[in-house]
């Protein structure tokens, strides 16, 4: 069974390596075990690699977490209950918006009772939430709640192939899915170095976060400690 730390370093080799190719003699910044600030809750990430992108002159930033047989339970699938509730809500929110707005517009704003549209769609978005259970778009895992403590456009999970192999075919189908359906990029590590690349990443970029009040986010640095050092290393 190979070891966390042996995942950790193989799957930063790995990243390494993928980026390297594609930055083209770029400055790039590679380290294991980098933690956000204080304010953002002092979590340690086990990788992070920067570099600055061509198009916006901006950081570009990939955070990486490393699991083991070790850490089994936290790749285990389970029901988001905020995930499903949300999915509902917004379910709702886009039939309102189509079926409400054609219903406004035959009765007449004049005669038109607003209540009738609003509680149909929640009693759909009730009957889909539940008739979609056990979809993929209502699960999560331990493992990619762990990762969001480590924002970056890009962000990957290694797991040991012994690790991922204990879980039942059903769990790793839906545990593939749900990586792919959240953007991050899943790697397998194997006993003789080898590292099957399963999904690629989405990219993310700038968005809107609550740092003592609403605020536009420029790049993702500004959570890691050593964000001076980070922007010095990738000039």
């Known amino acids: 069974m190979l070891q966390e730390k042996t995942v950790q370093k193989r799957a930063m080799s790995f990243l390494e390596n993928y980026y ?37 002159a901006k950081p570009f930033v990939v955070s990486m977490e490393a699991k083991s047989f070790k850490t089994l339970p936290a790749l285990k699938p389970y029901q988001d209950m905020q995930r499903w509730l949300w999915n509902v809500v917004r379910f709702s929110v886009f039939l309102f918006m189509g079926s409400g707005l054609f219903y406004f517009v035959g009765q007449g704003t004049a005669n038109a009772d607003i209540y009738i549209p609003i509680i149909w769609c929640l009693l759909a978005g009730m009957a889909f939430g539940l008739l979609t259970w056990n979809s993929y778009r209502h699960q999560t895992v331990d493992v990619i709640t762990q990762l969001k403590q480590y924002p970056a456009n890009e962000q990957w ?13 059903e ?19 194997g006993k003789k170095q080898e590292v099957d690349l399963v999904n690629k990443p989405k990219k993310r970029w ?21 964000e001076l050092e980070i922007r010095q290393a990738i000039r």
């Open 171 to 189: 769990k790793q189908r839906l545990l593939k899915t749900v990586c792919k359906n959240r953007g991050i990029g899943l790697l397998l590590i």
């Open 20 to 56: 390297d190719n594609r930055l083209m003699r770029r400055k790039m910044f590679i380290a294991e075990e980098v933690r956000t600030k204080s304010v953002f809750g002092g979590k340690r990430a086990d990788g992070l690699l920067a570099y600055r992108s061509r198009l916006s």
């Open 157 to 169: 999970l290694a797991f040991s192939k012994d690790a991922f192999a204990a879980l039942r075919e």
């Open 206 to 226: 700038n968005f809107i976060e609550r740092r003592g009040g609403w605020q536009w986010i420029s790049d993702y640095l500004v959570y890691y400690s050593r």
